[in-house]
């Protein structure tokens, strides 16, 4: 399945209601490069006031719902459309990381329409699944720590 559809979809919305957020997680590695698949995209955000008026108008912008499922992760917010089962995931604490600020700055801005997406380095997504712990997380980590390897390897040969 082509994720670049609902990558610019998501995109033009977030960037269309201002609502500043990275994208983490598989959806993350894969846009740099490496070979994970995942169902949904996570995000972090800061959440204030504002930022959650600017989730609502997401929500409606897209056709969805906001649903508070019972996690083991603070705060999260997903949002759903149910149609094409599309689900993101919105989170102001990301393990493994210090700050959205931090994160930020070692993000990339990548285009996908007529927008640009927020997506977090691979090492930040790394971080984070070594923070979290879980068996899904850990799962990938070999994936994700080889071609964050070969990947600076190949930059060390274009110096």
């Given at each position: 399945?082509?994720?670049?559809?609902?990558?610019i979809a998501i995109a033009e919305a977030l960037e269309d209601v201002g609502l500043e957020a990275i994208l983490v997680g598989n959806a993350a590695a894969a846009l740099r490069g490496a070979p994970v698949t995942t169902l949904d995209f996570d995000f972090m955000f800061r959440k204030t006031a504002a930022n959650l008026g600017k989730l609502k108008r997401l929500a409606r912008r897209l056709g969805a719902v906001i649903l508070r499922p019972y996690y083991p992760v603070s705060d999260l917010y997903r949002v759903v459309v149910e149609d094409t089962g599309l689900q993101l995931d919105f989170m102001s604490v990301l393990h493994g990381v210090h700050s959205f600020a931090s994160l930020r700055s070692r993000a990339e801005r990548v285009p996908f329409g007529r927008a640009r997406l927020w997506v977090a380095s691979l090492a930040d997504v790394i971080a984070s699944k070594k923070a979290l712990g879980r068996p899904r997380d850990l799962a990938v980590l070999d994936v994700l720590e080889r071609t964050a390897r070969e990947q600076e390897s190949r930059q060390g040969k274009k110096a």
């Open positions: 399945m082509d994720a670049e559809p609902f990558l």
